[in-house]
């Protein structure tokens, strides 16, 4: 970080410290010696001012720090039908980051070689105690607490020289019938301590929520911008109640992969409703299908983002702030009612029109300015954000 010192109120003939002089020389040297730096919004104050800037700047520099030391390692080739998850890989060492892609085989043998691990046992107490009596199959655990010690190995087998690692794994179809059960419990539990585990091979998607922990130092998750809001729920429960209009409203969604702690009370670990009509007998029992972490997400402020490299492998970005309503879904997964202020705009002129996937990273809290001089910092040219009315989207017809 780069700031200068203000002048104080003494000798300006024989103490005159120049910063503003100053800071103009050392931007021109970083940019002579092709260096990046990160120079606050006003660089130059007293003491107590830089003090304050330094503490601006302590989560943008974990985050930088994190995306140099990452390897993000996957499992299977990403699923025909979300291609959208698709994404080519050079952005990822643009930024410098590591790669490690693995067959669902690899996966499959490795844990089929923890099935006696002498910590499941641990491991499944500790799953109870978080989920509590009656929310959760017992005679799943083991199975589940196998697959958490598979990866939490991996992670520390193959991280090579890298200090941290987060995970992008293939979990449907065949996933659930060769394991046993569906990954999204252990999943959730992974990313609350800081190890990200995306659906679907989304590598940008894990990139995008390692990001969020090193900026919250939370657990964060990754949600589908899924279905809108009925305009019957908008009008019983939304509407008067708080100041958003239908179109500032959305549902995230996600088969059950959002951290426990991160959920209203009545969350519990259920099955997977879609990949039970598919996958599974008409009319049976769920089996192999179980495994989600279902439940309402709780009320909140989050940051909705996304870090993405496109077709034509540049990177871009999009940060949006906003909460979660205390409003009952109704609905099944890892599931919430979002607002976003001119969500229909930013959804539209941002999300559809620069092309990004369905998957976004979710931070629970506001963390949009120091997201932005993250990827910033990063050489993200294309930085969306949900722009108020007043300030039209280059795409946006005037005549609205």
């Known amino acids: 970080m780069f700031v200068a010192a203000a002048e104080g109120d003494g000798d300006l003939i024989n103490g005159r410290g120049d910063a503003y002089c100053g800071m103009l020389n050392c931007s021109y040297n970083l940019g002579m010696r092709h260096l990046n730096g990160y120079i606050p919004e006003y660089p130059v104050g007293t003491a107590d001012d830089i003090a304050k800037m330094i503490g601006e700047f302590v989560p943008v520099a974990r985050a930088v720090i994190g ?26 060492y643009d930024l410098g980051v590591e790669i490690e892609e693995n067959s669902e085989l690899d996966l499959l043998v490795s844990y089929k070689a923890h099935a006696n691990d002498e910590r499941i046992d641990d491991v499944c107490r500790d799953m109870a105690g978080e989920m509590g009596e009656g929310k959760y199959y017992p005679e799943l655990l083991r199975r589940m607490a196998q697959f958490e010690l598979t990866l939490l190995d991996w992670a520390e087998n193959h991280k090579g020289a890298r200090k941290y690692v987060a995970f992008a794994d293939k979990c449907w179809p ?7 059960f569906e990954p999204c419990f252990v999943n959730s539990r992974l990313a609350s301590r800081g190890i990200p585990v995306s659906c679907e091979v989304d590598i940008y998607g894990a990139l995008s929520e390692y990001i969020g922990a090193c900026v919250s130092l939370d657990a964060v998750t990754i949600l589908d911008i899924n279905n809108s809001v009925p305009a019957k729920m908008w009008e019983d429960q939304i509407k008067g109640k708080y100041d958003y209009a239908l179109t500032d409203t959305f549902m995230g969604f996600h088969c059950g992969n959002t951290p426990s702690c991160k959920m209203c009370s009545d969350r519990a670990i259920k099955y997977q409703l879609i990949q039970h009509r598919l996958l599974e007998p008409e009319g049976s029992e769920p089996d192999f299908t179980r495994g989600t972490l279902e439940g309402d997400i709780a009320p909140g402020e989050i940051t909705f983002f996304r870090l993405q490299c496109d077709s034509q492998g540049q990177l871009r ?52 300015k120091a997201l932005f001089e993250v990827f910033k910092f990063l050489g993200v040219a294309d930085i969306g954000y949900n722009q108020p009315k007043s300030l039209p989207y280059p795409t946006e017809n005037p005549w609205r």
């Not at 299977?76 to 994404?87: I, L, M, S």
């Not at 999009?318 to 879904?329: D, F, Q, S």
């Open 67 to 92: 995306v140099k030391n990452l390897k993000i390692i996957t499992f299977g080739p990403r699923p025909q039908d979300f291609f959208a998850c698709n994404a080519p890989i050079k952005g990822l």
């Open 174 to 180: 065949a996933f659930p019938e060769q394991f046993g």
């Open 317 to 368: 970005s999009y940060i949006a702030e906003g909460e979660v309503l205390p409003v009952a879904t109704t609905s099944f997964g890892g599931i919430g009612v979002f607002a976003i202020p001119e969500m229909g705009r930013f959804y539209r002129h941002v999300l559809i029109q620069k092309r990004f996937p369905h998957h976004g990273a979710v931070a629970f809290g506001h963390h949009g």
